[in-house]
């Protein structure tokens, strides 16, 4: 949906932010349900869609979760995973064994995306980079 500004240009509503700004004011508890998205569409002024598209992009960002046939509701709000204390305490019980296993788990799968996702320059350039080492005497 668009507004139009005094030179006569369009300018885009952020139907996100906007949703985001009432979910703050009207449902802030965790595990409060949310209006129906028509309902949504109703308060806000914007298409169903608008508001589909928004509460997608709010549940990627983990502000909301949406169960088929239940509803939508605010998620819990995430504590961080890391804070000094946890980091420090993190970095007391990690040793080598920990950081191979680790790498042995997350490795694989980086390795598949970068082949997914790579361009036909860098595979060039892996591959002339495996010759080299091939040819290298050290």
Do not use: Y
Request: one cysteine or more.
């Amino acid at each position: 949906m668009a507004f139009i500004l005094p030179n006569g240009q369009p300018k885009m509503r952020n139907t996100t932010k906007e949703l985001r700004g009432w979910l703050s004011e009207n449902c802030s508890t965790p595990g409060s349900r949310l209006p129906p998205e028509r309902a949504l569409g109703k308060v806000l002024e914007v298409s169903r869609t608008e508001v589909r598209k928004s509460l997608s992009q709010l549940e990627a960002d983990g502000c909301i979760t949406r169960h088929v046939g239940r509803g939508t509701f605010v998620a819990n709000k995430p504590t961080s995973l890391l804070t000094p204390n946890s980091l420090t305490a993190l970095i007391n019980c990690t040793g080598p064994h920990n950081a191979m296993i680790a790498r042995l788990i997350l490795e694989p799968e980086l390795a598949h995306m970068a082949a997914l996702h790579a361009t036909v320059n860098q595979i060039t350039r892996m591959q002339l980079l495996a010759t080299n080492i091939r040819k290298a005497d050290n």
